[in-house]
Structure formats: structure tokens, C-alpha cells
């Protein structure tokens, strides 16, 4: 069964950097894709960024490219997201997803809330 555990979430004023990590195990990492999702208050669990097993590509929401960056190490079963520019908007529960094919999301992290203050 495969565990999905986010960190690295917090309080910070707007315009700062944050790096959230996410830490897989229960089956073979590098043969799953990875994403980030995020829920804001009131609003609808919002893809923002995935990586396939392979890194060749990552891709981004418009919302959120330029200012954040995923990016997996497969030595360490994780995976990350640099937050870079954050505005209050980007105020969020971001929650890790893996998936083993292309399609659906499998696996669901419990997710790491990031507040931005103006």
C-alpha cells in the first residue's frame, strides 16, 4: 500500500519561498507519476503541477507557473514543490498525489496547509 506523507507547509507573509516535500513508500517510487494539488478555503481541490516517473517534463498549472517548480529525487522517494513569489492567494491545504499510469490519481497524501499573509 502506498503512503504518501507532505511537509514543509507554514505561515509566511507574501512574496516569500517555500519548499513542500512529499516522502512515498510502499511500492517502487520511481514507477509512479507524482503531482501536486491544492485546496483553497471554499473552493475545489485544484490540480497545480505534475512529474512523470521519468522527470523528462514537468508541468504546471497557469496559476502557479514561473513561481513554483516540481521536481522528484528517485534516490530518495520524494518528491517537491519550490514555492517561489507566494501571494495570499496561493493560501491552501497542497496535497501529493501518485499515480501508476497516466489518468486518474491512485494514491493521496492528508496534506500540509500553507498560509500567506499580505
Known amino acids: 500500500q502506498v503512503q504518501l506523507v507532505e511537509s514543509g507547509g507554514g505561515l509566511v507573509q507574501a512574496g516569500d519561498s517555500l519548499r513542500l516535500s512529499c516522502t512515498f513508500s510502499?511500492?517502487?517510487?520511481?514507477?509512479?507519476?507524482m503531482g501536486w494539488f491544492r485546496q483553497g478555503p471554499g473552493k475545489e481541490r485544484e490540480w497545480i503541477a505534475s512529474?512523470?516517473?521519468?522527470?523528462?517534463?514537468?508541468y504546471h498549472a497557469d496559476s502557479v507557473k514561473g513561481r513554483f517548480t516540481i521536481s522528484r529525487d528517485n534516490a530518495k522517494n520524494t518528491v517537491y514543490l519550490q514555492m517561489n513569489s507566494l501571494k495570499p492567494g496561493d493560501t491552501a491545504a497542497y496535497y501529493c498525489a501518485a499515480r501508476f499510469t497516466s489518468g486518474s490519481w491512485d494514491y493521496w497524501g492528508r496534506g500540509t496547509q500553507v498560509t500567506v499573509s499580505s
Open positions: 510502499g511500492r517502487t517510487f520511481s514507477s509512479y507519476g
Open positions: 512529474i512523470p516517473w521519468n522527470s523528462r517534463l514537468s
